[in-house]
């Protein structure tokens, strides 16, 4: 089997997940319809730390299609979204649902802290194949931090690939051990800054960070 595509959603939080943003009984009704799926590998949930006010939901599924079986199965999808009111507040508009098919396993870094969730959009007339060169560089440099003993090392897991909807986009997951590790790093760090000086050469970067809980 190959690596899994990641499922990610986001939208608005619904109000008793924003008072407690780490009950998990809040969406254990939904996250169990969820593992039941056909496909379904681990489905995580959280509240972005920027904002604190949008609610993501990542599941990892085998395949793309494994996720489609289920958008398929009218029954269940419908009763998937009356349970899934208990993450996004639906009156404040619809998820936005996206995949990612990453180049390697991804579990790590969303069992991390905080997980970052990059995404590089291509300037207009530059080089997808060059900006994944530059993305994947970053990824394993951050990579053989981790393998360091030095406090640097506070990066849990790498792992990006492409956007299905969008062939233009790559998205980047890591896993910290805080936010503030995060900023700190890529103030220290020289060769994380200059891999991100040649991302914002090729790439719009939108960069959140999410403290998700294993459902």
Partial sequence: MGNPTVELAYAAAAGPLLQNPHN?????TAASIL?????AIKVYHGVQHEDKATAYLV????SYEHHEKLINNKETYSKLGGSITSLFDFTKGPPTMVHVKPRNE???AFEAPVAEIAT???HEGKSKLELEGVVDGLAKHLGELVKT??????VFHTSWGPLKEKDNVLVLFIGWTSVDAHWDLVKSDQGSGEFITKI???ADASIVHVPLILD
Avoid at 24 to 28: Q, Y
Avoid at 35 to 39: F, P, S, T, V
Wanted: proline share 3%.
């Fill in 24 to 28: 998990k009984d809040l969406f254990a």
């Fill in 35 to 39: 593992k039941e799926q056909d496909g």
């Fill in 59 to 62: 599941v990892v599924w085998e």
């Fill in 106 to 108: 991804p579990y790590k």
């Fill in 120 to 122: 590089f959009t291509l």
């Fill in 149 to 154: 003993n030095s406090e640097a090392a506070s």
């Fill in 200 to 202: 914002k050469a090729l």
